[in-house]
């Protein structure tokens, strides 16, 4: 029987279904896809090596910071043990011999769970042990002049570090004069009312204070003035306001009537619109109640998971984040406060913004909307979409569906809109690959839509998982990507022509020591590229030199390792670092040099229904076997990952480079009848491998 397997989207899946040949993803899974990525076409491929890019002290967490969608936009915030660091794509900014660091009042331990969402040039992040924070990114307009204490100079911006005051504005003018003016010589009427107003400093951008005391006078109720009546109103200046707003009272509310640019206003018996009130101070966050989830949805700042109430979730007044102040009676641009009721109390563990106000709590996943319009405090509806429960880790936008890590932390579900059920459905991701999440928790993730719409996820044992998913096409597969040392963070920003992947990653030194290595991973390798320019090798340097060279310096952080090492595109064995080099046998001006990590494909047993009946359990054996391949170089192969044999081309001098190979290879691999043979590819040497289709012989025995 000749079988061809020519989709491999399916990525791998657990052992226990490798007798499920009757589910339609069975024949484009695998057992085993080891640092191979599949293509969105059902190719497999190789992944890159990554780039060092710096050490660091000690373990860190990675936060983007993504202006807009230009490369030079985009930054990476370097979280470590109360300090934080400013990288990009090329590492850090150092000055002085050292990098920028600013201080921060976060532990270590509580880096993971920290909630960030940004607005402009401003980072929000939140967590239940410490007040609301937010880092300021700004043009740097005195380059020579000090700078305080809570900010830094990094790659040409200065970044500030302050607490969030919520409510802060100008302040409160003092209270006005205020005279009731007849103006009518025929006006004898008594003056037994008492005329109360208040003042409202607003600033340029539109920012309200709070008011001031009421300046009160007596005279007539409105409705009793006759033509000349009027109230002459007068208050101090505030510094910084540009208009003020005057409120009169009526009917026990101080209703709006008019603005004023400077600081006198006649009242000529203006309506009071008592819809329009002064904002009075409210501040949920109070004495230590501090937001475990920060996000932000139509114009407001979304605030939720606190200590005294975790399942209540708050929103800004619109269009300004920072403020949480009401008004008497509340107006739509009011904040909203809503509590879930859920019978547990099931803690808010995220919020997103996706069409609707999303929310994950620690039992259920929730819907916000408005009925058809905004939320507003007297127009918000929650409805439950489903009861998996989340984890604490935010979601991920993917295209038109989000992800999310159930709770106890394993599980990937997807939450998409389903027009047959008029809500939110999704599916369990993880369910045919539990062996990757049983027993695990998921630390961190990170999306990189270009290329290869890849999310990278880091395990809690320093694994790097990968999941391709693109759900329009139904795809979805998972990989695990090995390498020498644990993976502790990672994140994803917009680069010149792609998304790059940043790493934090934990290695071993030669001597038994430990390095933290500030990573990233290489740019796939492109049909245009020249096999030079090929990288897959991890924390290694990518040299480029004018003139050939047998030297190859700054490799001090690998010192004392054994490399793999591209030079002019052949491959080099037995480098070992001394003193920060290496010494190649000939001399080369591209080099690649780093750790070396074996790349490993295994399709699953061939099973199916025969005239004989099912072939689970009968004796097999491999005949020949063929392999498409595109721009490839070397690998191995076998019947077992213990005996592999060299796919026969290589350079026919080590100092020439090697030739990408596109075309079908034919082999027959060792090994003789089981019950569940198969084949195995393995690419160990610094060298690309993609792999179009395999097509493999098998003869079943008749027993």
């Known amino acids: 029987m000749r079988i061809a397997l020519h989709n491999f989207t ?20 695998v057992q085993c896809m080891e640092n191979m990525l599949p293509g969105l076409h059902g190719d497999v491929r190789r992944r890159p090596g990554t780039l060092f890019l710096g050490s660091l002290e000690d373990e860190a967490v990675l936060l983007p910071f993504s202006f807009n969608a230009l490369a030079e936009q985009n930054f990476v915030l370097v979280l470590s043990g109360n300090g934080l660091s400013i990288a990009d794509i090329h590492g850090f900014d150092p000055q002085e011999g050292s990098i920028p660091r600013l201080s921060t009042p976060y532990e270590a331990r509580h880096l993971l769970e920290i909630c960030a969402a940004q607005v402009g040039d401003t980072v929000y992040l939140a967590h239940t042990a410490y007040p609301l924070h937010k880092l300021v990114r700004s043009t740097d307009s005195e380059p020579e002049s000090p700078l305080p204490e809570n900010a830094i100079r990094s790659h040409g911006y200065r970044w500030t570090l302050e607490a969030v005051a919520l409510n802060s504005s100008l302040p409160a003018p003092q209270a006005p004069g205020c005279t009731f003016v007849r103006g009518n010589n025929d006006d004898d009427a008594g003056l037994g009312y008492t005329l109360r107003y208040k003042i409202v400093a607003v600033d340029a951008n539109g920012k309200q204070s709070l008011a001031s005391e009421a300046g009160s006078c ?85 605030l939720a998971g606190t200590r005294d109430s975790p399942q209540a979730f708050y929103l800004s007044r619109s269009g300004d984040f920072e403020n949480f102040r009401k008004s008497r009676p509340l107006q739509d641009d009011d904040p909203v406060e809503y509590l879930i009721a859920s019978g547990s109390i099931d803690a808010i563990a995220w919020a997103a913004s996706f069409g609707d106000l999303l929310l994950g709590t620690s039992g259920s996943e929730y819907k916000a909307s408005g009925n058809g319009s905004a939320i507003t405090p007297g127009n918000i509806t929650i409805t439950a979409q489903s009861y998996w429960g989340s984890a604490g880790l935010a979601p991920i936008i993917i295209g038109n569906a989000i992800l999310h890590v159930q709770r106890h932390g394993a599980h990937v579900r997807d939450l998409f809109y389903s027009l047959e059920k008029d809500g939110y459905a999704g599916n369990d991701l993880s369910i045919l690959a539990p062996h990757l999440f049983e027993g695990h928790r998921l630390r961190q993730w990170a999306y990189q839509q270009t290329p290869g719409s890849v999310l990278w996820i880091v395990r809690d044992d320093g694994l790097l998982l990968a999941l391709t998913y693109l759900k329009e096409h139904d795809i979805w597969g998972w990989s695990r990507h090995p390498t020498a040392g644990e993976v502790l963070s990672v994140c994803s920003i917009s680069g010149p022509d792609s998304d790059e992947l940043l790493l934090v990653v934990r290695r071993r030194d030669a001597d038994g020591g430990t390095r933290y290595c500030l990573e990233r991973l290489a740019p796939q390798w492109q049909d245009s590229d020249p096999v030079e320019e090929a990288f897959f090798v ?115 001098r080590w100092d020439e480079a090697c030739q990408p190979f596109s075309g079908d290879v034919d082999f027959l691999p060792a090994g003789g009848h089981g019950p569940s043979a198969t084949i195995w590819l393995v690419q160990e040497r610094p060298l690309p491998f993609h792999l179009l289709a395999l097509s493999l012989d098998v003869e079943f025995a008749e027993i």
């Open 218 to 302: 007596d005279g007539k109720h409105p409705s009793d003035w006759v033509v000349g009546n009027r109230t002459d109103l007068s208050w101090t200046a505030v510094e910084g306001a540009t208009e003020y707003n005057i409120y009169r009272e009526e009917a026990g509310y101080y209703g709006f009537i008019g603005v004023s640019s400077g600081t006198t206003f006649s009242d000529n018996n203006y309506q009071a619109d008592t819809a329009d009130t002064p904002r009075e101070d409210w501040d949920p966050f109070a004495d230590g109640n501090n937001p475990s989830v920060v996000a932000f949805h139509q114009q407001r700042m979304v």
């Open 538 to 652: 991890d924390c290694g340097l990518s040299l480029h030199r004018e003139e050939a060279v047998n030297d190859v310096d700054g490799l001090d952080h690998l010192e004392g390792q054994s490399l793999a090492v591209l030079a002019d595109g052949s491959p080099v064995e037995g480098c070992v670092v001394r003193q920060g080099r290496i010494r190649l046998p000939f001399a080369a001006r591209i080099v690649q040099a780093g750790l070396p990590y074996a790349s490993v494909l295994s399709p699953l047993p061939v099973e199916g229904n025969g005239e004989s009946g099912s072939t689970l359990g009968r004796q097999r054996a491999l005949g020949r076997c063929c392999l498409r391949l595109y721009r490839s170089v070397g690998g191995r192969y076998g019947a077992g990952r213990d005996e592999l044999y060299d796919i026969p081309f290589l350079p026919r």
């Open 10 to 29: 399916g990525g791998e899946v657990s052992p226990i279904l490798a007798a499920r040949y009757d589910l339609s993803r069975y024949g484009s899974s």
